[in-house]
């Protein structure tokens, strides 16, 4: 089993950077594909950003060069910098983990999910 829990949610005005953490607790297994998804007000779940454990990180168009998907091994978390953030980028974002591939993982819904954390940004 792996549990997620996000922090660092808040408000910013346009412009602005949040960065966002995900403590990821395990027992036995570890999670070989890791990412950042959100759900906006009145629209549905989108990935943002995904990174195996190889530290590859991609990326949903809507946020390349804006965001950075990184992760500490050490310290079994995983975060999510934003800069540069827009009114567009309001939504609950929530961290992910699935024991396949990023590929395998995004035909379908990855198996664990955090409780989300939400970000606000005014203009």
């Known amino acids: 089993q792996v549990h997620l829990e996000e922090s660092g949610g808040g408000s910013a005005q346009a412009g602005g950077s949040l960065m966002l953490s995900c403590a990821v607790s395990?027992?036995?297994?570890?999670?070989?594909?890791m990412g950042w998804f959100r759900r906006a007000p009145g629209k549905e779940r989108e990935g943002v950003a995904t990174?195996?454990?190889?530290?590859?990180?991609r990326y949903a168009d809507s946020v390349k060069g804006r965001f950075t998907i990184s992760k500490d091994k050490d310290k079994n978390t995983l975060y999510l910098q934003m800069n540069s953030l827009t009114p567009e980028d309001t939504a609950i974002y929530y961290c992910?983990?699935?024991?396949?591939?990023?590929?395998?993982?995004?035909?379908?819904?990855?198996?664990?999910w955090g409780e989300g954390t939400l970000v606000t940004i005014s203009s």
């Open positions: 992910a983990a699935d024991l396949v591939d990023c590929y395998s993982a995004s035909l379908r819904s990855m198996e664990y």
């Open positions: 395990r027992d036995t297994v570890k999670p070989y594909c």
């Open positions: 990174i195996d454990t190889l530290g590859v990180g």
